[in-house]
């Protein structure tokens, strides 16, 4: 599991699927789930989404990246699908997040 997450970590602003990480650590894809989800808690996929929101939370709040570019550093596509999934699971959107005050 810890060099799936370094591998997901090394390539996070890129595509990543589950054959894609299992396949750099040399697992079947369901083999690799059981081990993320006994040691880690989540689904490789939830832990690649966790980890992009949260290197997204911190690119708002120390850089004036435009978000545009965030979403294509964090791994998303476009603008427009990153706002969707970080609104989702943060529960503000972007622009709003980033205007909130520290602490």
């Known amino acids: 599991v810890r060099q ?48 992009r929101m949260d290197r997204a939370k911190y690119l708002l709040k120390t850089t004036s990246l435009p978000i545009k570019a965030i979403a294509v550093e964090v791994g998303y596509g476009n603008e427009s699908s990153f706002t969707g999934a970080f609104t989702e699971r943060i529960g503000i959107s972007p622009r709003r997040f980033r205007e909130l005050p520290l602490g």
């Open 4 to 51: 799936a997450t370094r591998f997901i970590e090394a390539h996070l602003g890129e595509k990543l699927s589950l054959e894609r990480v299992a396949e750099a650590v040399h697992l079947s894809p369901s083999h690799l789930i059981r081990l993320f989800r006994a040691e880690l808690h989540h689904s490789p996929h939830e832990y690649i989404v966790l980890l």
